[in-house]
Each structure stands twice: as C-alpha cells, then as structure tokens.
T-cell receptor
C-alpha cells in the first residue's frame, strides 16, 4: 500500500538554524512526492514537489530530493526564519490521484 | 492562477442542524474534487472523492448519508453535514484537480466547523 511517515514534532529552532524534517514513504510504482505547509488557521499550500527519482524540488529556500533507493524525501532549509513557523506535511500521490499525507511536523522558530 | 476557495471559512451551528460547505475552483475547471477532514494537530483524512456529474466515492468508515457531496459543475462541489453533532466539529478542507492536469491538486483554505 501507500503511506508516508514523518518525523514527529514539535521542532523548535532558533532563527538561522539548519532545518531537516525527515520523510519516508511506502508506495507501489512511481509516486510523485510533495511537501505542503500549513500556517495557523489556514489550508495547505504547496511548498515543493518532485515527480521522479533524483528530482530536487525547491522553493523559498527549502529543498527536498526524491531518493528512490532510500524511499525518502527529506525537507531541508539552510537558515530558518520566524516566518517559517508552521506545520509541514509530506505527501505522495500515486495512481488514482489520491493524496497520502504524513502526520505533519510542527516547526516553531524563535528569534 | 489555480485558486480554490471555500465558503464559509468558519461556521458555528447547533446540534441537529445541517451545514453546507462550498468548494470552488475560481480560475480553472475541476473534474475531480476531494474532501478532507483534519482533527487538531493531526493529518488530513480523505473523506471522499467528488466527480462532476456523478456520485461521490466515499472512503471506508465515512457515512455517506451524513456527509452529502454534490459536484454539480466543473467549478463547484458542496459538502453538507447533515444532523450535525459535536463530534463532527473539525476543519474541513477541499482540493481540486485541474481537468487535464496530472497529480496537480490545489487546496482550499479550509472551513472550521463547530457544532454546539
């Protein structure tokens, strides 16, 4: 079956620290992988995506590389800001266009 | 482009009443829309897949008579929570898949439902 496992939070970092949020997946075939961000009281916003192995998605300083050999799609950012405080969801889409979400990782960045 | 709106953004209702939530794709056509439910500090749970002009497909464990979905046009899907009870209180999020798009879904901002 299809599933996504994310590292549990919450994660608290100081401003300008390095961020890594781990995400691994289980899927049949060749899924597309996504990171979504949810700010308090809002819906999900697409942060970045990758559609095939070795693709790197990037946006707003965030990066994630589709690693088929380790079935991973870890999210990284070199220097976080207070405005990055949010909940981050890893997700995959396989055939059928159904999204499978991880449980989300809450990030708080303190000045 | 690719904006999805939801209305209302929040609603409070009395137990036993019905509530309708609208999901609209504002600048694209969406043959398929999805309805999710999110509990506090938890992930999104897919409730149903809504296809324009046909019956919705519900996930296992979701009561189709309680959560009525109508996808009447290529830009509008509605979720009606019938005879709402406090346990139905949740954050409901829809997403729309652009017609002809591949794995390209756009999420609405969500609707906070509180049942007293």
């Amino acid at each position: 079956g299809n599933s996504v496992t994310q590292m549990e939070g919450p994660v608290t970092l100081s401003e300008e620290a390095f961020l890594t949020i781990n995400c691994t997946y289980t899927a049949t075939g060749y899924p597309s992988l996504f990171w979504y961000v949810q700010y308090p009281g809002e819906g999900l916003q697409l942060l970045l995506k990758a559609t095939k192995a070795d693709d790197k998605g990037s946006n707003k300083g965030f990066e994630a590389t589709y690693r088929k050999e380790t079935t991973s799609f870890h999210l990284e950012k070199g220097s976080v800001q207070v405005s990055d405080s949010a909940v981050y969801f890893c997700a995959l889409v396989n055939t059928g266009n159904q999204f499978y979400f991880g449980t989300g990782t809450s990030l708080t960045v303190i000045p | 482009g690719a904006v999805v709106s939801q209305h209302p953004s929040w609603v409070i209702c009395k137990s036993g009443t019905s509530v309708k939530i609208e999901c609209r794709s504002l600048d694209f056509q969406a043959t398929t829309m999805f309805w999710y439910r999110q509990f506090p500090k938890q992930s999104l749970m897919l409730m149903a897949t809504s296809n324009e002009g046909s019956k919705a497909t519900y996930e296992q464990g979701v009561e189709k008579d309680k959560f009525l979905i109508n996808h009447a046009s290529l830009t509008l899907s509605t979720l009606t929570v019938t005879s709402a009870h406090p346990e139905d209180s949740s954050f409901y999020i829809c997403s729309a898949m652009r017609t002809g798009g591949y794995n390209e879904q756009f999420f609405g901002p969500g609707t906070r439902l509180t049942v007293l």
